[in-house]
């Protein structure tokens, strides 16, 4: 048997005009976890799809096991010993963990020994599930071990994950990264999608860098640091700044938006946050944590005034502005032009005809003010890259100053440098006297730009001292 | 004047034989994931079907080119809807218009322009030994044409088959997440259009039925809106095949209802009973909280993958 689990050799993959794939080739050893590093767009996800069969290279080869093989579907790559967590689970939300794991079977289906497979599975290799709770009852670090045991149970030997961490809490982070560890000490083989450079080096024997769908490094671990990782993502020689600002001393400013044991019940009538009380001041940044199913969601809609509370007072400003998760559901239209998404927001206020040129002559001010770079306002949203979406999104919240701005994971999935910028005009907006509200699935972002921190666990809102440690034990309810 | 019950049951389950047979395919079409709305048009096709070959060969061979016309009905759909990925809505919508027009065209251009009462030979009821005797439910359920009995096994297969069975989890998951799917290796195309096909020939059947084992002759536009009602059936009978058994039962009630109406004489138009029926689905589609029970992905098309 071959020393390398999987290698893909010069692979291409065009799609329409975009070149996703120029040749790019990943050696993984057998027994080793291995990183895949790259900032949005650098093809990591593509070339993953590709090892896994989901699509077909235009160029270049995939060995398996030392053989060259060719893909047709997923299924071939699962026969051949692959097994991939996909970064959006793919997993039946209606359906139990045993009938999910079954999934793609054949013939008869005994429900009741599939379950008892899953239960030894789960007892050999620690990942805990119950497998008659139906998915959509789960929390996603369970939904995770799930994603997981599905490919244990096709016999994988060799596992992708897709940015796995991208939404579980440091905790549940550092489960998995035990876990994976114990599975490649015991002969399989990993490969991480990431883009957390510090998570990369940690954990990882071996790393892989991408860029513009190249590889442009790979190196052991151990004997890399961040600087040449970082280099060889953006290709500068600058590294961005992480610290974008300087969390405030003590002086608060005029109070902006206050809400008063404010309770929010959902259309089941599930109590989701409980007697909450938040004040904002102006300049100041809070930033907010909270895993799925906390309630953490609710809370910011209320203060985005986006959603009213069952009991409770709220008193906002008259601006708000708001920067939702899922941008595409929540934010922009993708059919619609980047004007016509401009004069969505305050669309309620105005009558009558639409003042285009005005419109679009804002929009194209706006798009240079933040740096959202489009040929011009007349084309749709949807050809934006994310970062660029974003930044769009982020200006228009900002255009008329609000006095409060809320701001829901603003940038997960961006790369390094529309990071910056949009961290940046948070801060900013800080500096120039706005309440700022951030939202963020991972603490590290928040720890450098929060001057004070909430911790929603089981709706309920704490506030804890701005500290790695002291959030991530009320992130899970510890005190 | 009195009604006789049993007689009032008989005719219910007769009425409603054809009715379930349409939503059962339809049942398997939308746990896939499609609202086939072509289902009307596969079910006058495969009335059609079974005028020309009961005609020309029998019953067996009406009934084997009503499935045969229920199923290119159904597959003209299945190709503009998942390969030429058009909205199924619409696509639903056209098969049955076009299968409307297509059938009544061809029947008086094969038939002459009469369509004078053409007859073919009917199944005639076979009482089941033993249970026909039951009082009451004997000679409602066990009394009937073989259709009706090849019914209730294809009830109690699709009961077996949805939760016992590789392939039906495979068909439940392509409706809920067609993704998922595809991530275990499964084809939600290949799902969704095995599903269309059974879909279409049980239409066909439908059709079939309502000539063979009802009417005896073709009429244009004879399904007469069946094919909608079997999609509220299963609507009603929130996508299990146990409630679509109970949801057609009060539908083929519901249509016997008017002529228990009818017959006490009461001074009102008898166009308010014929109406009955479709009241009944108007309520049914209004008045249930569909989403709770759908599949998560019904009515979504599937990503066109790159």
């Known amino acids: ?479 | 004047m009195s009604i006789d019950a049993a007689e009032f049951m008989q005719a219910s389950v007769r009425t409603a034989t054809p009715l379930a047979l349409a939503a059962y395919g339809e049942l398997v079409v939308e746990r896939a994931g499609v609202i086939n709305l072509g289902l009307e048009g596969a079910m006058i096709a495969g009335a059609f079907g079974a005028l020309v070959g009961a005609s020309a060969g029998g019953i067996g061979a009406g009934f084997a080119m009503a499935v045969v016309a229920g199923c290119a009905a159904t597959l003209l759909m299945a190709w503009v809807v998942l390969w030429l990925r058009a909205d199924a809505v619409i696509a639903g919508t056209a098969v049955t218009l076009l299968a409307l027009g297509l059938t009544g065209t061809l029947y008086r251009a094969l038939y002459g322009a009469q369509g004078a009462a053409l007859s073919v030979p009917t199944l005639a009821p076979v009482a089941v030994p033993g249970l026909h005797q039951l009082p009451w439910i004997g000679p409602a359920f066990f009394e009937q044409p073989l259709a009706t009995y090849a019914l209730y096994a294809m009830a109690c297969g699709l009961w077996w088959w949805l939760p016992r069975t590789h392939a039906g989890l495979a068909l439940r998951a392509t409706g809920e997440r067609p993704d998922a799917a595809l991530a275990a290796g499964i084809s939600p195309v290949t799902v969704r259009a095995w599903a269309l096909l059974f879909g279409g020939a049980m239409g066909g059947l439908a059709g079939g039925v309502l000539v063979l084992a009802q009417v005896g002759t073709f009429a244009e536009g004879m399904s007469a809106g069946r094919g909608f009602i079997a999609i509220a059936i299963v609507v009603l009978g929130r996508w299990s095949p146990v409630g679509v058994a109970l949801a057609a039962l009060l539908f083929g009630s519901a249509s016997q209802l008017q002529y228990v109406f009818q017959s006490l004489g009461w001074p009102v138009p008898y166009q308010l009973f014929l109406a009955l029926p479709y009241v009944l689905t108007l309520l049914v589609l209004a008045g249930t909280q569909r989403r709770a029970a759908a599949p998560a992905s019904l009515g979504a098309p599937l990503d066109t993958a790159p």
């Open chain 1, 1 to 479: 048997m071959s020393d390398h689990a999987l290698v893909l050799r010069a692979v291409s993959k065009q799609f329409g005009a975009v070149r996703a794939l120029a040749g790019a080739s990943l050696t993984v050893r057998r027994g080793t976890l291995h990183a895949v590093l790259g900032e949005n767009g650098a093809g990591k996800t593509t070339l993953m799809r590709i090892a896994f069969g989901m699509m077909a290279p235009d160029e270049g080869e995939v060995e398996i096991d030392g053989r060259p093989v060719t893909l047709s579907s997923s299924a071939a790559a699962i026969a051949l010993g692959l097994g991939m967590v996909h970064q959006h689970f793919t997993l039946v939300p209606a359906m139990s963990a045993a009938e999910n794991i079954a999934l793609g079977g054949r013939g008869r289906l005994d429900l009741g020994a599939v379950a008892e497979q899953v239960r030894v599975l789960s007892a050999r290799t620690g990942l805990a599930v119950d497998p008659d709770t139906r998915v959509d009852a789960l929390g996603v670090g369970a939904q995770q071990r799930i994603e997981i045991l599905k490919a244990l149970h096709g016999n994988a030997r060799t596992l992708i994950l897709d940015e796995p961490t991208a939404v579980l809490t440091p905790t549940e982070s550092e489960e998995l990264f035990g876990w994976l560890r114990r599975f490649v000490a015991e002969g399989g083989t990993a490969v991480l999608v990431t883009h957390k450079l510090q998570e990369a080096l940690s954990v990882a024997d071996d790393v892989t860098v991408l860029r513009r769908g190249e590889r442009v490094l790979t190196a052991r671990a151990a004997e890399i640091d961040i600087v040449t990782l970082v280099r060889a993502l953006t290709g500068e020689d600058r590294a961005p700044e992480t610290r974008v600002r300087t969390p405030r001393s003590q002086t608060v400013g005029a109070v902006v938006a206050q809400l008063t044991d404010v309770s929010v019940r959902d259309a089941r009538g599930v109590l989701r946050v409980h007697q909450a009380n938040v004040t904002c001041h102006a300049g100041e940044i809070i930033g907010v944590a909270g895993v799925e199913g906390s309630g953490v969601h609710e809370l910011l809609r209320v203060l985005a005034g986006r959603l009213t509370p069952t009991a409770g007072t709220v008193s906002l400003p008259d601006t708000v502005g708001f920067v939702p998760e899922d941008r595409l559901r929540d934010a922009v239209i993708e059919d619609f032009s980047l004007s016509e998404n401009f004069a969505l927001r305050g669309a309620a206020a105005r009558r009558g005809r639409m003042p285009w040129p005005e419109l679009r002559a804002h929009t194209a001010r706006a798009m240079a003010a933040h740096d959202v770079r489009a040929p011009s306002p007349d084309v749709r949203a949807g050809t934006l890259s994310g970062g660029n979406q974003q930044k769009f999104v982020v200006g228009r919240e900002m255009e008329n100053r609000p006095a409060l701005v809320i701001a829901e994971n603003p940038v997960r999935g961006l790369d390094l440098r529309a990071t910056e910028h949009v961290l940046r005009e948070l801060a900013a907006s800080a500096a120039s006297g706005s309440a700022v509200v951030i939202f963020s699935t991972d603490v590290d972002e928040l720890l450098p730009l929060a001057d004070r921190m909430l911790v929603t666990f089981a709706g309920q809102v704490r506030e804890v001292p701005v500290v790695r440690d002291a959030i991530a034990r009320a992130l899970v309810g510890a005190a």
